[in-house]
């Protein structure tokens, strides 16, 4: 068993203009939990966000939701992780993906930004051994296309095939919060 996570940040840009947006797939996905699991999301200035504290079975794990806009999203992982002493190792960030199909969803540790600038934000603030949920969004095809794609809302299919990626991700909480990785990223990287 590896190492339990105890902060999942959900990366987006705050504003009811960016609500349906792919690029705010993180903040789906933290939304889903605090949902299922009956969380409420405060405003918390100390931590540049809104977050909310879940009890998921016998673990308690802390959901953020950086305020900061998607370029500065790790300032707001940093403090909330640094005041309560939250090691990198244990802090999962959910985010979207043009590198993988609209619907796919993979979990991984460490690695590049691969150009996503919350991510890099993130490294920047944390450094890169942090887990990733990376929600598949798709490509536009083209890299000049990339800004408005990622900040413009899915097609009804592609909403439909996110949504259920995220309740896949979603399903397989409990197992990430007990550090059981190997076991969900199987059940999420098979289709």
Same mark, same amino acid.
């Given at each position: 068993?590896?190492? $339990? %996570?105890?902060? &999942? @940040?959900?990366?987006?840009? *705050?504003?009811?203009?960016?609500? #349906?947006?792919?690029?705010?797939?993180?903040?789906?996905? !933290?939304?889903?939990?605090? =949902?299922?699991?009956?969380? #409420?999301?405060? @405003?918390?200035?100390?931590?540049?966000?809104?977050?909310?504290? +879940?009890? !998921?079975?016998?673990?308690?794990?802390?959901?953020?939701? $950086?305020?900061?806009?998607?370029? =500065?999203?790790?300032?707001? @992982?940093?403090? +909330?992780?640094?005041?309560?002493? &939250? *090691?990198?190792?244990? &802090?999962? !960030?959910?985010?979207?993906?043009?590198?993988?199909?609209?619907?796919?969803?993979?979990? #991984?540790?460490?690695?590049?930004?691969?150009?996503?600038?919350?991510?890099?934000?993130?490294?920047?603030?944390?450094?890169?051994?942090?887990?990733?949920?990376?929600?598949? !969004?798709?490509? $536009?095809?083209?890299?000049?296309?990339? @800004?408005?794609?990622? +900040?413009? =809302? *899915?097609?009804?299919?592609?909403? %439909?095939? %996110?949504?259920?990626?995220?309740?896949?991700?979603?399903?397989? &909480?409990?197992? %990430?919060?007990?550090?059981?990785?190997? #076991?969900?990223?199987?059940?999420?990287?098979?289709?």
């Amino acid at each position: 068993m590896g190492t $339990p %996570i105890r902060l &999942i @940040v959900g990366l987006g840009n *705050p504003g009811s203009q960016y609500d #349906k947006t792919r690029h705010n797939a993180g903040f789906w996905f !933290v939304d889903e939990l605090a =949902r299922r699991y009956s969380g #409420k999301f405060a @405003v918390e200035k100390r931590f540049s966000g809104e977050a909310c504290k +879940l009890q !998921v079975g016998s673990a308690t794990v802390w959901l953020l939701k $950086p305020m900061t806009f998607m370029n =500065r999203s790790g300032l707001a @992982v940093k403090q +909330l992780a640094q005041f309560y002493q &939250i *090691p990198v190792e244990q &802090i999962l !960030v959910a985010h979207d993906e043009l590198d993988i199909d609209a619907g796919d969803v993979r979990l #991984k540790q460490a690695g590049g930004h691969g150009g996503h600038n919350g991510l890099r934000d993130c490294h920047a603030h944390l450094g890169a051994d942090y887990w990733r949920l990376r929600l598949g !969004v798709g490509h $536009p095809g083209d890299r000049s296309k990339v @800004v408005d794609y990622v +900040l413009s =809302r *899915p097609s009804l299919d592609d909403e %439909i095939v %996110i949504s259920r990626a995220i309740d896949k991700a979603a399903d397989q &909480i409990e197992l %990430i919060l007990q550090g059981d990785m190997q #076991k969900a990223m199987n059940a999420l990287h098979t289709k």
